[in-house]
């Protein structure tokens, strides 16, 4: 006798079971975890939309889904909104397929433009898609100095000028060096800041399995910061800023291969080095460090739209504001970049 799948909204009993699912299953990432829940809710006031299909009494797939509702960017239901990850993740073909039919009808129901998923690998060939992000992946070596010699030649100069400046990095117990990196960098770059209430929301949350890493000179001048994760056996670099002074001391590339030693250290076997725009800067630095594009498949079910949407700096029309934007005062601008940026997603 063939088991039923059973769909039902997430309820607050279910988390340990979530996780302990999100962990096992080879498509879930970080992202999937369930105390991304709390945070869309509670730092960005997005009604949320956890599904989880069981079958037998047992978690089989889960989706975790955010409404964002903005006058200026529209009405969609995203998994999962600031994460470069998202999407059904579990292997059973129909969970996963009753999981999107009851994602559509949650987003019919609540009148969105458009269902997004932010998938690792394609799920349906014929639906409309973001092709303008690529992220990248590669495997850590157990050896130290292995991973130094699988650097290309010319960007390993970089790193071992970045040793030779005499840097250091220091793994820091709260968010305020980072912050204040981070908001002057998206700032020269004419975008919103993230709150530093959500960083420090990150920290508090994810424990061990989110870190701070921060480069300075010798005499303590802050130079380049990231945020991390950790999932599993993977480490991934997911926000960062840099002073002006950075590129001259290769303060950005001695940072990243600090964090691959200190991933190595704690016994990861993948660097995530993350999402990237086809073409821009960070795409070429990362390839620049050996690792190869690899395509994401962000897939949308177009209700109330006739494209996908374009809500990013690449799009023409927001050049305007991006040049406005960067001639703000910084304690402006981080005052009013969290209640435009919450909207973006």
Known sequence: MVSVVNVRPYAERDAARWNEFVFACQSATFFHRIEWRAIMEGVFHHRTHYLLAERDGQIVAVLPLAEVKSRLFGHALTSLPFAVYGGVAGDDPEAVAALEAAAEAAARKAGVQHLEYR?????????????LYVTFRKEILPDEEANMLAIPRKQRAMVRKGIKNGLLSTVDSNADRFFALYSDNVLRHGTPALSKKF?????????????ILTVTTADGRLLSS??????????????????????DLAANDFKYWELMRHACARGCRIFDYGRSKIGTGPYHFKKNWGFEPMPLSYEYRLFK???????NP?????????????????GVANRLGPVIVRNLG
């Not at 960083?199 to 870190?211: I, M, P, Q, R, S």
């Open 119 to 131: 998938n690792l690998t394609e799920r349906h060939a014929d639906w409309p898609r973001q092709e």
């Open 199 to 211: 960083f420090e929301t990150l920290l508090a949350v994810f424990g061990k399995d989110c870190e």
């Open 226 to 247: 990231v945020l991390s994760f950790y999932f599993r056996e993977e480490i991934l670099p997911y926000y960062a800023g840099d002073d002006m002074a950075a590129r």
């Open 305 to 311: 739209r006739d494209a996908v949407p374009q809500n």
């Open 314 to 330: 690449m799009n023409p029309k927001y050049r305007a504001f991006i040049a406005l934007w960067r001639k703000l005062p910084i």
